[in-house]
């Protein structure tokens, strides 16, 4: 496919990444020299200097021939004009990033008039995703499959967890009636799919797939402390915290924010009159420590600036019990970060690569595509894709056992209806049904390609 996309910034320089690795043609249009030089050097693709609101150096671009045109510059305004720019003039799937919290009430409506395919806020997704972490503290990373109660999600393994030294069979024996499946496995860099003689070793990271009562009954029943966070503070006002903190307080939790900007500060005590709004450093370790951090269940840096982010996570894990999560904008600073004890690490752009490379990657494989969802966990190292069996599915109603699947490449789970089952070699996939397949493999883009 061909792809335009309108800034250069972080998230569109990992979306750029992302859309030239999975094959497609990537071209780029910004204001700045330098992201277009950079981008230039790193990857094959045509990175050109100008106004994403001037038509002729869109066409210049290749708008006339794109399959997708995507914006995702810092003006909301400047990326719903390019995207309706676009519309008229090509037929071209049109995706844009919006992320004042003013818009975020009217996306249907906005998208709807202006013709969008989609309107992608990653500040919004990545609020949602640490508000599940803040219900699962002893996860590293969780998501939810959409319209269900399933989800995916990664742990660190502790020496004290019952399940270590056990194979996964073993350790599945022992929970009778489990519908949970450890699906992936990452040790010292090295990701596994494991079968059931899979030893589970401490420092490994594994990957989980199971409904969510499932996964509270997986965590306890194998000693893994696991109470949802209720005294919540955060760092930073801006507007991953605006969006988690309307979730917070929505779920009757208590919410401490350190803002040290005062027109914030008292910007949001007006929106926000049940949360505590505290005027002062969020950097400040003391000042932390004098105003809650030291009681609360969870502390949440999300200041505008990584390096402050990962200094006031790695302090607070050091000084407290709280259940750490931070926000971070850089991938290239992951090496640094896994060196460091900070419990959840969020990377807002990364999920929005993976949004809009689902969006692509179903488009891209014609009527045959049935992409629902894509999630890329262990370091990118396997692809979580959830596939909607349709009627001209060629492995409809056939046991699984009797099926070639490819090599490192698990059916982790069915979802039928309501109704979540990890399936053995006798199950079938049914029409209509959402099969979650992990993998290291790269490109499924349908239930034909499972198979060999």
């Known amino acids: 496919m061909n792809a335009v996309i309108v800034g250069c910034g972080k998230v569109g320089s990992e979306l750029a990444r992302t859309l030239v690795n999975d094959g497609h043609n990537v071209s780029l249009v910004d204001n700045n020299q330098k992201p277009i030089d950079e981008i230039s050097e790193e990857?094959?693709?045509?990175?050109?200097?100008?106004?994403?609101?001037?038509?002729?150096?869109?066409?210049?671009?290749?708008?006339?021939?794109?399959?997708?045109?995507?914006?995702?510059?810092?003006?909301?305004?400047?990326?719903?004009?390019?995207?309706?720019?676009?519309?008229?003039?090509?037929?071209?799937?049109?995706?844009?990033?919006?992320?004042?919290?003013?818009?975020?009430?009217?996306?249907?409506?906005?998208?709807?008039?202006?013709?969008l395919s989609k309107i992608i806020n990653p500040e919004h997704l990545a609020a949602n995703e640490i508000y599940n972490l803040l219900q699962f503290p002893a996860l590293s990373r969780i998501d939810l499959f959409e319209g269900s109660d399933v989800v995916i999600a990664t742990m660190h393994v502790l020496p004290e967890y019952k399940f270590v030294g056990k194979s996964l069979m073993q350790a599945r024996r022992e929970l009778p009636g489990s519908n949970t499946l450890v699906c992936a496995v990452m040790r010292k860099g090295e990701t596994t799919i494991p079968s059931g003689q899979f030893v589970i070793e401490a420092g490994d990271d594994i990957t989980i797939v199971?409904?969510?009562?499932?996964?509270?009954?997986?965590?306890?029943?194998?000693?893994?402390?696991?109470?949802?966070?209720?005294?919540?503070?955060?760092?930073?006002?801006?507007?991953?915290?605006?969006?988690?903190?309307?979730?917070?307080?929505?779920?009757?939790?208590?919410?401490?924010?350190?803002?040290?900007?005062?027109?914030?500060?008292?910007?949001?005590?007006?929106?926000?009159?049940?949360?505590?709004?505290?005027?002062?450093?969020?950097?400040?370790?003391?000042?932390?420590?004098?105003?809650?951090?030291?009681?609360?269940?969870?502390?949440?840096?999300?200041?505008?600036?990584?390096?402050e982010n990962i200094v006031i996570a790695t302090y607070a894990k050091n000084?407290?019990?709280?259940?750490?999560?931070?926000?971070?904008?850089?991938?290239?600073?992951?090496?640094?970060?896994?060196?460091?004890s900070i419990d959840s690490v969020v990377f807002p752009k990364l999920i929005c690569a993976d949004i809009i490379a689902q969006y692509v990657r179903a488009k891209n494989a014609g009527a045959g595509g049935n992409v629902a969802t894509l999630f890329r966990y262990l370091d990118n190292s396997i692809?979580?894709?959830?596939?909607?069996?349709?009627?001209?599915?060629?492995?409809?109603?056939?046991?699984?056992?009797?099926?070639?699947?490819?090599?490192?490449?698990?059916?982790?789970?069915?979802?039928?209806?309501?109704?979540?089952?990890?399936?053995?070699?006798?199950?079938?996939?049914?029409?209509?049904?959402?099969?979650?397949?992990?993998?290291?493999?790269?490109?499924?883009?349908?239930?034909?390609?499972?198979?060999?």
């Open 383 to 452: 692809e979580i894709v959830e596939l909607v069996a349709s009627s001209d599915t060629a492995i409809l109603d056939k046991p699984i056992m009797d099926l070639k699947i490819k090599k490192n490449l698990i059916i982790a789970g069915i979802i039928h209806g309501k109704e979540f089952t990890v399936p053995s070699g006798k199950d079938m996939i049914r029409e209509g049904d959402s099969v979650i397949i992990v993998t290291t493999n790269r490109g499924i883009a349908s239930l034909h390609d499972i198979v060999s």
């Open 43 to 115: 990857l094959d693709v045509m990175a050109l200097l100008g106004n994403g609101a001037d038509i002729n150096i869109l066409y210049e671009a290749g708008l006339k021939t794109a399959d997708i045109f995507i914006a995702v510059s810092a003006s909301d305004e400047l990326n719903l004009l390019t995207c309706l720019m676009a519309k008229q003039e090509t037929k071209c799937e049109t995706i844009a990033r919006v992320r004042n919290p003013l818009y975020s009430k009217e996306t249907n409506f906005i998208k709807d008039r202006l013709g």
């Open 210 to 307: 199971a409904t969510r009562d499932e996964m509270r009954r997986f965590l306890r029943s194998h000693g893994v402390p696991n109470t949802p966070a209720e005294n919540i503070m955060i760092a930073g006002g801006g507007t991953i915290s605006y969006y988690l903190v309307e979730k917070l307080l929505r779920r009757g939790k208590t919410v401490r924010l350190v803002e040290k900007d005062y027109k914030r500060c008292l910007e949001l005590s007006e929106t926000f009159p049940e949360a505590e709004i505290i005027h002062g450093d969020g950097t400040d370790r003391r000042f932390l420590m004098k105003h809650g951090l030291s009681t609360a269940d969870a502390f949440v840096p999300l200041t505008g600036i990584d390096e």
């Open 319 to 340: 000084s407290t019990k709280a259940k750490i999560i931070t926000k971070v904008t850089r991938t290239d600073m992951n090496d640094v970060i896994q060196t460091l």
